[in-house]
């Protein structure tokens, strides 16, 4: 029996069900390759970003370390967005007029570095819920059709008054279809979201290590 034989002998509800898995595999390769873009221009312009704002403040040029950071060539430069926060209210707290000291500012610039350090972490690990949910119920799916294809084999034999191979063949091939496409589309998910949450693991560290160099570095300019 090939699949086209079998999927005309599948009930409706068994063919929804593998439109909902078809579905759900696609929103979970979808995700995965466009997190895979986004992680590796921030990798790639996280390497090129780095020096060059690291340069403009060992020479004390504050402006032009701004100005680099929000450069669209950065963009998607997770370190970028997390320097520019405590860069911007740095030079805000400079250029208020207001006189503090030198624990208050370092303060004040440490907190809009966490702030832009949560907005950053958030924006990385979009779509992780999707790869989270399919990887969790795309097995039970796949179960459900699996149930479904033992109930119309169990009709089969009701129909046919006979527990013969022929009457419950169509509803068992239902229901191992249905349990491998389940498992098909389950496993490359839980394989895509551990690979992108080690990643995301790795900015968050990525990201702290230059919140703390930056901190250091008002803390010995103030």
Known sequence: MDFLELWEQMGISVKLLMGVLVVMS?????????RLFTFMQATNQSKLFAPQVAKHLKDGKLKEAISVSQSKDYRYSHLGKVVLAGLQE???????GVALNKDDVVDSVHRAIQRAAALTSSDLKRGMGILATIGSTAVFVGLLATTLGVINAFQGIAATGSGGLGAVSGGISEALVGTAIGLFVAIPAVWFFNYLTGRIEYFAVEMDNSSSELVDYFIKKS
């Open 26 to 34: 696609m929103a979970s390769v979808g995700v995965f390759f466009e």
């Open 90 to 96: 740095y030079q805000f707290q400079q250029d208020s």
